[in-house]
C-alpha cells in the first residue's frame, strides 16, 4: 500500500499569514491526489482534486501543487474560517489513503 | 445538489456485525459517471477508507478489513450498504458514506478515485 505522510501535524498563525501543508507520498502517485478541509463535528470537504484542481466554490486563497512523491496545500491570506483538520489523499491505485492530518489553528 | 444519509445501530457488541446503509438523493446511485465509498474515522484520529461501490457490484476494499466487509446496493431504494463482521473495540469511528468520482486504468477499466459529496456521518462504538 502507498502510505501517505503529511507535516506539520499541527500549524499555528495568524490571519493574513501564508500557510503551507506538505503531504509526501511512498512511491510516485503522479498527481493523482485530494485535499480536504474538515472542520469539527463535520464530515470532510474536498478542496482540490489531480494535485492543483480546485473544486468550485473554495476559494482562490488555497491553492495544490506538486505532483510524484511530495504536494503541497498552500493557504494564502489565513482566514478564521480556515481554521480545521486538512487531509490529504492519493487514489493512484484503487487502494486509497489518506494522511494522518495537519490541524490548523490561528493564533 | 446530493445528499447522503447514513443510518444504522449506534452500539454493537464485540464479535457482532454493523450494517450501516446511506440513503442517496438529489442523483441516482445507477448514475455511471460515480463509485459510492465508505470512509471511517476513530475518535480524534485520521480518515480511513473502508470500500467503494459500483452499482453493478464492482467493488474495491481496504486490505486491512477486505476478511470482514461487503459492500451491496439497493437501486430500488437508492441506497448502498455496509456489513462489518467480527466487531472489536478498534471499529468504533464516525463512519461516512460518500460519492467518488472515477477514473479509467487500461487494462483494469474503471476505479475509484477521491470523494466529491459526504454523508454528515454517525457515530458507531463497539462495546459490550
Known amino acids: 500500500d502507498i502510505q501517505m505522510t503529511q507535516s506539520p501535524s499541527t500549524l499555528s498563525a495568524s490571519v493574513g499569514d501564508r500557510v503551507t501543508i506538505t503531504c509526501r507520498a511512498s512511491?510516485?502517485?503522479?498527481?493523482?491526489l485530494a485535499w480536504y478541509q474538515q472542520k469539527p463535528g463535520k464530515a470532510p470537504n474536498l478542496l482540490i482534486h489531480k494535485a492543483s484542481s480546485l473544486e468550485s466554490a473554495v476559494p482562490s486563497r488555497f491553492r495544490g501543487s506538486g505532483s510524484g512523491t511530495e504536494f503541497t496545500l498552500t493557504i494564502s491570506n489565513l482566514q478564521p474560517d480556515d481554521v480545521g483538520t486538512y487531509f490529504c489523499?492519493?487514489?493512484?491505485?484503487?487502494?486509497?489513503?489518506f494522511g494522518g492530518g495537519t490541524k490548523v489553528e490561528i493564533k | 445538489q446530493v445528499q447522503l444519509r447514513e443510518s444504522g445501530p449506534g452500539l454493537v457488541k464485540p464479535s457482532e456485525t454493523l450494517s450501516l446503509t446511506c440513503t442517496v438523493s438529489g442523483d441516482s446511485i445507477t448514475n455511471y459517471d460515480y463509485y459510492w465509498g465508505w470512509i471511517r474515522q476513530p475518535p480524534g484520529k485520521g480518515l480511513e477508507w473502508i470500500g467503494s461501490l459500483f452499482y453493478t457490484g464492482s467493488s474495491y476494499y481496504n486490505p486491512s478489513l477486505r476478511s470482514r466487509v461487503s459492500m451491496s446496493v439497493d437501486t430500488s431504494k437508492n441506497q448502498f450498504s455496509l456489513t462489518l463482521t467480527s466487531l472489536t473495540a478498534a471499529d468504533t469511528a464516525v463512519y461516512f458514506c460518500?460519492?467518488?468520482?472515477?477514473?479509467?486504468?487500461?487494462?483494469?477499466?474503471?476505479?475509484?478515485?477521491?470523494?466529491?459529496?459526504w454523508g454528515q456521518g454517525t457515530l458507531f462504538s463497539v462495546s459490550s
Open positions: 460518500a460519492r467518488q468520482i472515477f477514473r479509467m486504468i487500461p487494462g483494469r477499466g474503471v476505479v475509484p478515485t477521491y470523494f466529491d459529496s
Open positions: 512511491q510516485s502517485i503522479s498527481t493523482w
Open positions: 489523499q492519493h487514489y493512484n491505485t484503487y487502494s486509497l489513503t
